[in-house]
């Protein structure tokens, strides 16, 4: 298995700033993935990061709003920007590795 | 494109019944993975399950068991003699590539255990 930590795991922020979340894995991974889960809601797809490119997005998610960053093939970071309440929710970042797919533990968002 | 439908929005049961999460995937890849996922109440997702398109055997795995049918493209999953900590919302997925692709989540059915 893969063991992924996220910080912070938790946060309340203010509406119109951003955060920060970081993605360590304990091993070299190829793809790497972050995915929103809105309240009461399923898991959805915001981009693909690979290390040494510019991560690949879904439709309905935007750079500038969503900024990530794969600088080696441990770590990954998702930027909220400018936030609203409505970007309240947990992100999630996953690996691939060995036909698997493994979750981080999540990072639960609360903008005010 | 992939789709996965969980019907079962909420379901209630007594503990010690049998309950059947349903789910149903369309694809048009030939090969494919089909995962499911238990998230509890803490929030983590914990992975229960992977099933490749070209092994339609059922598995057992203790109180758990899947049920692979590529002919009505269903992936479901019964829980035998449940149980309290079965409490949780139930996500079933789909993937091209298990490893290297991302997935595609079903709705999600949150199941209530009650003693």
């Known amino acids: 298995s893969a063991v992924i930590s996220q910080k912070p795991s938790r946060d309340i922020c203010q509406r119109g700033t951003s955060l920060t979340i970081q993605c360590q894995v304990d091993?070299?991974?190829?793809?790497m993935f972050w995915y929103r889960q809105q309240p009461g809601q399923s898991l959805t797809l915001i981009a693909t990061a690979n290390q040494g490119s510019e991560a690949t997005y879904e439709s309905g998610f935007v750079i500038d709003k969503f900024p990530i960053s794969r600088p080696n093939l441990t770590f990954s970071t998702l930027t909220v920007s400018n936030m609203s309440p409505e970007d309240s929710s947990i992100y999630l970042c996953?690996?691939?590795?060995?036909?698997?797919?493994?979750f981080g533990p999540g990072t639960r968002l609360t903008v005010l | 494109a992939q789709k996965v439908t969980q019907a079962q929005t909420e379901i209630s049961v007594v503990e010690k019944e049998d309950v059947t999460l349903d789910c149903v995937y369309e694809t048009r890849d030939t090969t494919y993975y089909l995962f499911w996922y238990k998230q509890p109440p803490s929030g983590e997702l914990v992975f229960l399950i992977r099933r490749n398109s070209f092994d339609e055997q059922n598995e057992i795995s203790g109180r758990y068991s899947w049920n692979f049918q590529k002919s009505t493209s269903s992936f479901n999953f019964t829980i035998t003699a449940s149980q309290v900590v079965d409490s949780a919302v139930y996500f079933c997925?789909?993937?091209?590539?298990?490893?290297?692709?991302?997935?595609?989540f079903g709705k999600g059915t949150r199941l209530s255990v009650i003693a």
């Open positions: 996953s690996v691939g590795r060995r036909n698997e797919q493994f």
């Open positions: 997925a789909l993937s091209e590539d298990s490893g290297n692709t991302p997935l595609v």
């Open positions: 091993s070299q991974v190829t793809m």
